[in-house]
């Protein structure tokens, strides 16, 4: 029996009967739990009884297993030779809190649940990142212990353990951690990082505009209590230091260390978008360190693992320890070993990177595009293991996706391109990227830069990932009269209401053409020749799709109800010596509160750009003119022709 083998069943043995009985604190089950925690950073396998059959399996020494240990993934190392194992999820774009630091003041609209990754879709991405050598899970929000099946979600997770997953980790603010946390232990999980700005519960409620103070030290009284009886929960207390609103808590925070076994990290406050960063708030490392050391001379520096994020310290006497994050004074990019993925399945390879990749569209590819539940799931991984026993008889050791060349393509493609490091302090205030409770949240409505690897050609070439940023100009006070409608007075942009609008049909046209350099492509069109097949027919059915799509396309576009969309295509060429062209026409309707002019040019353009990708075999010279709203009807401007308001009645 293989090594792997045996880890295997020594795992499993030793996660059997892992129950903690609800409200009962008793430490045996407790034991079993650290018993488990333990096997899975180093797992010594259990030789069976020797037999005439099969000998007894030989142990082997850590110097053999290092010599036999696979070279790490390509598709997760950059050209700057960092090795991301370590991948952040975001679990859900809500959270029960609303702290000033995170979410706009506003408030953020929240997305349809068919754009959010799907509990298999969230297992599937995990197995293939642990496939590829990633032995830290990391999940986070919004806030993730308010997702209904969160337990379930990281069982299956934890599930991975024996597959090279090492840690299962938790973002949270802590409000309903207490609740869930035996089941979480259960599931394997091995750290907390907790999200605590204030000891003060009036200061609580102000920083996060909610109650909640006391159910969060609930939570944290309940890890220590857990871990008296072995739970193993690392457990770390992130705080967000500002200037003038909680940088007299510091040494407060320091004392939590004196008797727990705790390590509390102070964080450079960060700029994103909505959260009214400025440098004058902004309590920096060394002015941290130099209040700690005013009072605790004896502190001193521990010797940090080479991918933390954390400077950590600790003062002689006390039990716990104390950290920085620097992100905005000492970056510590050099050695990141981080990877994110948004709740709507989008991969992100830096925090303060605004572009990203969608994961989430090339999974669904096997279910036609639609999520990926737990029936499906199910059928998925029958269909695998039956392919699987065809070629051997070894079932597949992970739950991949059906298409995960394809993704690992995408993957090592955007981890190659991650640059050296982020933006320094003058250059991240004024950048455009997601406020940071949207790290979590679709792009489809408010992020101004995305990666469009297949929405518009299908293709996930090296060649054809681009990389599209949407900076947001200042309004020139000369023109405050005709103020661009999705920028606001500060120049960030943002999503128009149309809250107030009254529902009415709404009708927009729009028309472009793919002009051709010679003759053969339009008479392989209209005899139906082209290799790539019916090019009218594919163009019509995308052009279609384009406009249901067209608010995951454009970022600030409203998710319309669609009621009616027509292309038409047609061959015009080979008169008069001209190579001829094919004229597209997008017409799109809807009973809403504002206009299908995008919906429209989207599906006429993407209408276009089929027809140029099934026929640039042919013709490397066409080009695509002519992009414009011929017709636009409805809402308080009334009939639009040409650009021009049309007085003229309607007609019947």
């Not at 100009?473 to 120049?491: I, M, N, Q």
């Amino acid at each position: 029996m293989t090594y792997r083998a045996f880890s295997s069943r020594w795992v499993q043995t030793a996660s059997e009967g892992l129950r903690i009985r609800a409200g009962k604190r008793r430490a045996e089950p407790l034991r079993r739990i650290a018993t488990a925690a333990t096997a899975t950073a180093a797992v010594q396998p259990i030789p069976e009884p020797a037999n005439p059959v099969e000998p007894p399996a030989v142990r082997f020494t850590r110097r053999e297993l290092l010599k036999d240990a696979k070279p790490f993934s390509d598709f997760l190392t950059d050209t700057f030779h960092r090795q991301h194992d370590y991948l952040r999820i975001s679990l859900t774009e809500r959270c029960n809190l609303r702290c000033v630091y995170c979410m706009p003041e506003e408030g953020v609209p929240l997305s349809p649940p068919r754009e959010l990754l799907t509990t298999p879709e969230i297992v599937m991405l995990s197995s293939l990142f642990v496939s590829q050598g990633v032995n830290k899970i990391r999940l986070t929000g919004g806030e993730p212990t308010i997702r209904k099946d969160i337990l379930s979600l990281m069982k299956q997770i934890g599930a991975l353990r024996p597959h090279g997953l090492r840690e299962l980790c938790l973002t949270t603010n802590g409000i309903a951690l207490h609740r869930k946390l035996e089941g979480m232990v259960e599931a394997g999980l091995t750290g907390v990082n907790l999200s605590l700005d204030t000891l003060d519960p009036w200061q609580f409620q102000i920083m996060t505009r909610r109650k909640g103070f006391d159910a969060v030290m609930k939570s944290i009284e309940r890890v220590f209590e857990l871990n008296k009886h072995g739970a193993g929960i690392k457990l770390k207390i992130n705080a967000v230091i500002m200037r003038g609103i909680n940088d007299r808590e510091i040494i407060p925070f320091v004392e939590m260390t004196r008797e727990k076994d705790i390590e509390v990290r102070f964080i450079e406050y960060m700029p994103f978008d909505g959260n009214k960063w400025n440098e004058g708030k902004m309590f920096s490392y060394n002015e941290m360190l130099d209040r700690i050391r005013e009072k605790y001379r004896g502190l001193e520096k521990v010797r940090d693992h080479k991918n933390d994020t954390s400077k950590t310290f600790k003062i002689p006497g006390f039990v716990g320890k104390i950290g920085f994050i620097t992100s905005m004074t000492h970056n510590f990019c050099g050695t990141c070993n981080r990877l994110r993925i948004t709740s709507d399945g989008n991969l992100k390879v830096c925090l303060f990177g605004n572009a990203e990749v969608s994961l989430r569209d090339i999974l669904r590819e096997s279910n036609d595009g639609n999520p990926i539940d737990e029936e499906t799931y199910k059928t998925m991984r029958r269909i695998a293991a039956d392919r699987q026993l065809e070629i051997s008889n070894e079932p597949a050791p992970l739950n991949l996706a059906a298409n995960e060349r394809r993704l690992l393509e995408v993957i090592g493609t955007a981890v190659k391109r991650k640059k050296a490091k982020h933006a320094g302090i003058g250059e991240l205030e004024h950048m455009k990227n997601r406020p940071m409770i949207l790290i979590a949240v679709p792009l489809s409505h408010r992020e101004p830069a995305l990666w469009l690897p297949t929405l518009l050609t299908g293709s996930v070439s090296g060649q054809q990932l681009r990389c599209f940023s949407l900076s947001s100009p200042r309004p020139d006070k000369k023109h405050d009269a005709a103020r661009l409608t999705h920028v606001s007075e500060s120049g960030s942009a943002h999503m128009v209401s149309i809250s107030d609008k009254t529902p009415t049909k709404r009708v927009a046209k729009a028309v472009c053409g793919v002009y051709f350099t010679n003759k053969l492509a339009c008479q392989l069109i209209k005899e139906n020749q082209v290799k790539k097949g019916d090019v009218l027919g594919v163009a019509r059915v995308a052009g279609i799709m384009a406009a249901k799509r067209t608010a995951d396309l454009i970022p600030l576009c409203h998710p319309i109800a669609i009621t009616k969309v027509t292309v038409d295509l047609e061959v015009l060429g080979n008169e008069d010596d001209k190579a001829g062209r094919v004229e597209i026409e997008a017409t799109v309707a809807c009973e809403g509160k504002t206009g299908v002019e995008m919906e429209a040019l989207t599906a006429a353009s993407t209408a276009a750009l089929t027809v140029y990708d099934m026929c640039k075999a042919v013709d490397k010279g066409m080009s695509i003119q002519g992009l414009r709203v011929i017709l636009k009807e409805g809402g308080k401007s009334g009939r639009w022709v040409d650009g021009a308001q049309d007085d003229s009645p309607e007609p019947n």
